[in-house]
């Protein structure tokens, strides 16, 4: 399973002529490519596939978003073993 995961943007650079950004996923700094996204802006929150800010969010959503993963990561030890 592939997901989706917001992340904040930190930085904004250009490597290899491409835009790129560091991004902060709750402490986690990663490199992320912008280019489907050249609006983008340091500070405002992304959503990441493999590497690629593919739409922007607000704060609210990105917060809502990850508190909803972290509900999705609680849901094997709520249930236990199979």
Do not use: W
């Not at 996923?25 to 493999?50: D, M, W």
């Not at 607000?58 to 236990?80: H, W």
């Amino acid at each position: 399973m592939c997901l989706a995961v917001p992340g904040k943007i930190v930085e904004i650079y250009e490597a290899d002529g491409l835009k790129m950004a560091k991004v902060d996923f709750g402490g986690v700094f990663r490199e992320t490519c912008l280019e489907y996204v050249p609006e983008a802006k340091a500070g405002e929150y992304c959503v990441i596939h493999v590497g690629f800010a593919i739409s922007l969010m607000n704060e609210s959503e990105a917060m809502e978003t990850l508190d909803l993963l972290r509900q999705i990561d609680n849901f094997d030890e709520e249930i236990g073993p199979g």
